[in-house]
């Protein structure tokens, strides 16, 4: 069940393990943390569409919350680990890793258990995608799709097009699926409109 006290999350990234990075931030003014427990993990991952309603069900009802809590601050850590790589590329021209900085992430995926098949995606046209599905028995099982997320944007996304918002307070990242390659903001309806406002403003102080 989605935390109500909180505003649903953020997903302006274009890719999940952006909308990962996003899960804490002040876009309305105060800090919020969409993974302040283990439910809230859930709950984003739900929103995300990483995990279905009826499974986030059954892994709520069927996994301690302490576990579930635990989860959640390994959540947070992989985060900020996923934060401190993506800050130490950011006036780099393409990805260059070295072994200990994948380590987090290869720790994670060589741990977990995933099947793997080609199904008929959601087009009706019967086109063939290919689909994985990790196996989530465990609280730890819920950063094995976070994990593939980021190893996904490490090896597939284009460095130049990983950007952060231009936003001079704003925390949030993006990866830049516009046709001119030029987008600015996390979102037009919040940075945007701000950066709008503030040249307004900024042009009727000189008249």
């Not at 990962?20 to 993990?41: D, K, R």
């Not at 070295?98 to 046209?125: C, K, P, W, Y």
Request: with cysteine.
């Amino acid at each position: 069940m989605a935390d109500s006290t909180k505003p649903a999350p953020i997903l302006i990234a274009d890719h999940p393990a952006l909308d990962y990075l996003n899960t804490v931030g002040a876009p309305y003014g105060s800090e919020i943390e969409w993974l302040e427990n283990g439910q809230g993990l859930v709950s984003w991952m739900t929103a995300a569409g990483i995990l279905s309603v009826s499974r986030s069900t059954e892994i709520s009802g069927g996994i301690p919350a302490r576990e579930l809590d635990a989860a959640a601050d390994g959540a947070r850590q992989l985060r900020e680990w996923f934060r401190n790589l993506l800050t130490r590329h950011d006036n780099q021209l393409e990805w260059r890793f070295e072994a200990d900085q994948v380590e987090s992430i290869n720790r994670i995926l060589m741990a977990g258990t995933h099947r793997f098949r080609l199904q008929f995606d959601s087009s009706g046209e019967r086109r063939l995608e290919f689909a994985g599905q990790y196996e989530i028995d465990t609280a730890e099982d819920l950063l094995l799709p976070i994990a593939h997320a980021i190893a996904d944007l490490m090896t597939e996304m284009d460095r130049l097009l990983v950007r952060q918002c231009a936003g001079p307070n704003c925390t949030f990242w993006f990866n830049d699926l516009t046709k001119n390659r030029k987008r600015r903001w996390c979102d037009m309806k919040v940075c945007g409109n701000r950066a709008k406002s503030a040249a307004f403003r900024e042009r009727r102080k000189d008249a």
